[in-house]
């Protein structure tokens, strides 16, 4: 693989170079050509004929006897949601505590994406959780997958994790059982775990989704989706060497992030690679880079939390005296305040137009980028993406777009409307057929769906009410972590809470919290914890006041995907579960302060 080039965002497009105007209508024709009216349900749920594609590849299912028992914890989820609660919970003092898992080991999206060339694009230093508890320092600016897989394993030796935790094993029902004041949840393995707390870390991006293809069933050669990666069918691992596809041609749909990782190790060893496009990703400079044992030396305690907040302030729009990561995230955020910095001098700031304009700039960079990369002009146009930063997840790798210039690799752009078609040998777009013996589907997870769906298990609170009856017409909850009429129950996700673009952030400040409220129960002694209604209304009267129409970082006039509910209105009642529109910042401080005031408002601790 080629060796990561250290700046070349540093081609900055002057302001004006651009025609905003016409930007601007590139980029409505760009989004209009790609609204659907079928939205979410484009996508084909992975189950029934399908259910192939859940199959763990990577361990052995092994056979064990049902478990019957009673714990005080239990938390659904060994990713790093389910490891941070544990390791919070273990610091809280809790000690009997179990852990759920459906993989064959902890890590959660890092347990299931092993497919070549799989990266956290967040920074290592600030992605990887609790650093300084395990005495940890990731080995690059960027880790790579087994890196970050064998890191949860350690975080699950360091807390002492592992004596509890339940592996492969699916929950398949979750029921409070009133006389016991015990949550029953049940498996696909019979087992009956009663517990008296139980912490949900399901992830926000676990299931995965096929695109809903005409024809997607009568393939007659292979597939597989991207989080389950065949490496008995591909050879190779996931640093590459995929020896078993020299002849083979080889489809990957789709080109988000993952796909932007995994395409250049596809590419160098496939007989033939079609790449089909519906929409281009931003791709942005890696960069990627060795440790410095100096400046980890250097680093003094609380480094890390310092270093988190300071990231999350800037892609939050908060300026900070230094930008400690520098990269591809913050560098937008650099733009629009040294255009609001000129703006300030010259007379009044519009901050609308400084925000569009700074971000027409960025995007002016990676289409140019583009053009760099891509030796033929015809390609390289085909491979710009015209929306603006953050309207799509922004991705970064230095050998995607280079890949476009191998022999073997064509890219097939659909002109935003997808694949036309599958048949038994092959994909058809715009009439052609483009035969291949293999379809990696890199159409990513279920993000709109329901609740219970993308769980796999329905909740059953007091008086037999399920979690999806109440929330029916929309979401309620204190916090987005507890919901009355399902005491002791905890869930962790950013509806109703906050979204942060580096996810264990979240994650980090969620189970701070949910340690705070389940310690002091334990302590207490107390049978039940659970929200008033009142206080539950109160919350989510604040979120209906603060959201500003969105679910996530995409606007509704952006290119359709899942940040924005696939460019559709979400509709009142899944608006109800949008993030805290006050933004992560303030969203972290309010949960401080609600902890500090020590009284616990809003929630009601009944002793058995
Ligand atoms: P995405 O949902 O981002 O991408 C799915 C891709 O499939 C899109 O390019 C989509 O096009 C395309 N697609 C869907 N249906 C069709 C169709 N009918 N025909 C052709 N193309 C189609 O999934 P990913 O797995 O790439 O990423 C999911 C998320 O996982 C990321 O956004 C990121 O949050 C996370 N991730 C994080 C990484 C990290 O480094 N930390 C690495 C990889 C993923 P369109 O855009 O038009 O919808």
Not at 38 to 51: I, M, P, S
Not at 240 to 267: E, M, N, S
Not at 479 to 492: A, E, R, V
Not at 522 to 528: F, S
């Amino acid at each position: 693989m080629s060796t990561p080039k250290q700046d070349e965002r540093a081609s900055p497009a002057a302001p004006q170079d651009f025609d905003a105007a016409a930007l601007r209508k590139r980029y409505q024709i760009e989004r209009d050509k790609r609204l659907r009216e079928d939205g979410n349900e484009q996508y084909v749920e992975v189950k029934g004929k399908f259910a192939r594609y859940l199959v763990d590849p990577y361990v052995e299912r092994e056979e064990r006897q049902s478990i019957d028992e009673e714990m005080d914890v239990l938390v659904i989820g060994g990713g790093f949601g389910g490891l941070q609660m544990g390791a919070r919970l273990r610091q809280a003092g809790v000690k009997d505590l179990r852990i759920v898992e459906k993989g064959g080991d902890f890590g959660g999206t890092w347990y299931w994406n092993r497919y070549p060339g799989a990266q956290c694009d967040v920074e290592s230093y600030i992605y990887l959780p609790l650093l300084e508890d395990v005495g940890y320092m990731p080995r690059e600016k960027y880790s790579f997958a087994a890196e970050i897989l064998e890191y949860s394993s350690r975080l699950g030796r360091h807390f002492d994790l592992y004596g509890g935790a339940i592996f492969q094993t699916e929950v398949k029902g979750m029921l409070w059982d009133e006389p016991s004041r015990r949550w029953i949840v049940t498996t696909d393995r019979g087992d009956h775990l009663r517990a008296r707390f139980v912490a949900m870390a399901n992830g926000p991006l676990n299931r995965p989704k096929l695109p809903g293809i005409p024809g997607i069933e009568n393939f007659k050669g292979h597939t597989f989706h991207t989080s389950r990666w065949d490496y008995e069918y591909t050879g190779g691992g996931p640093l590459g060497g995929l020896d078993r596809l020299h002849d083979k041609r080889v489809a990957v749909i789709g080109t988000g992030a993952t796909a932007i990782q995994c395409v250049p190790f596809v590419g160098e060893t496939a007989k033939h690679l079609y790449v089909f496009q519906r929409t281009p990703s931003s791709v942005d400079v890696r960069g990627n880079a060795p440790t410095d044992p100096r400046w980890a030396e250097s680093l003094a305690p609380g480094w890390q939390k310092r270093r988190m907040e300071n990231f999350n302030n800037l892609v939050s729009g908060v300026p900070q005296d230094e930008d400690l990561v520098d990269d591809g995230w913050t560098d937008l955020v650099g733009k629009m305040l040294r255009r609001f910095k000129e703006a300030t001098a010259r007379g009044a700031p519009n901050v609308a137009e400084i925000m569009e304009m700074a971000n027409f700039e960025k995007m002016n960079e990676i289409r140019a980028r583009v053009d760099s990369l891509v030796e033929d002009p015809a390609v390289a146009e085909k491979l710009k993406p015209y929306y603006q930063m953050f309207c799509k997840r922004p991705t970064f790798n230095d050998d995607f777009l280079p890949t476009f210039n191998r022999p073997n690799v064509d890219l097939v752009d659909t002109d935003g409307k997808g694949v036309d078609r599958i048949t038994e040998t092959g994909l058809v777009v715009a009439g052609i057929e483009y035969e291949v013996d293999c379809i990696i589907f890199a159409t990513g997870f279920e993000v709109g769906t329901g609740y219970a769906r993308r769980a796999g298990y329905e909740i059953t609170g007091r008086g037999g009410r399920t979690l999806s009856e109440k929330w029916s017409e929309g979401m309620s909850t204190l916090h987005g972590m507890q919901s009355h009429g399902f005491p002791n129950c905890f869930l962790m996700h950013m509806n109703q809470a906050a979204f942060t673009a580096n996810f264990p952030h979240l994650l980090d400040e969620l189970t701070t919290h949910l340690a705070f409220i389940i310690g002091h129960a334990l302590e207490c002694g107390a049978a039940t914890v659970e929200v008033e209604p009142e206080a539950e209304k109160a919350w989510v009267q604040t979120i209906l006041e603060k959201a500003n129409g969105m679910m996530g970082p995409g606007g509704p006039n952006c290119t359709p995907g899942y940040y924005n509910n696939e460019g559709k209105s979400p509709g009142a009642a899944a608006l109800q579960g949008a993030p805290y529109g006050g933004g992560s910042i303030a969203f972290f401080e309010l949960l401080e302060a609600w902890r500090s005031e020590g009284s616990f408002e809003g929630l009601v601790f009944e002793t058995e």
